[in-house]
C-alpha cells in the first residue's frame, strides 16, 4: 500500500485509503472523526496525474457525486466543523 495514497486520523491514528476517506465524505470509518486533508491538492494531482490504478479510476468514474456539487458541499461541511 502507497503511503501516498492513505491519509492518517488524527484521532485514532488509524491508516485510510484516500478513495475510502473520499467516499465517507472525509469522516474517519475507524472512530467517525472529521478529517480534513492537509492538502487537498495532493487528492486533486493523484486523480489528475492518472496515478488511480485501473480498478481505482473506474471507481472515481462511478462516483455518483457530481464534482462541483461534492466540493460545495464538502466546503460546506468543514465550514460547519470548523
Ligand atoms: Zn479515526
Known sequence: MSKENTEKCRKCQAVILLQKLVKNNHICPNCGCYLQFPDMNRLKSLADNGSF??????????????????????????????
Not at 485501473?54 to 464534482?67: G, H, L, Q, V
Open 53 to 82: 490504478d485501473e480498478w481505482k479510476a473506474t471507481i472515481e468514474y462511478m462516483n455518483p457525486f457530481e464534482d462541483d456539487k461534492y466540493r460545495s458541499q464538502l466546503r460546506e461541511t468543514q465550514k460547519n466543523t470548523i
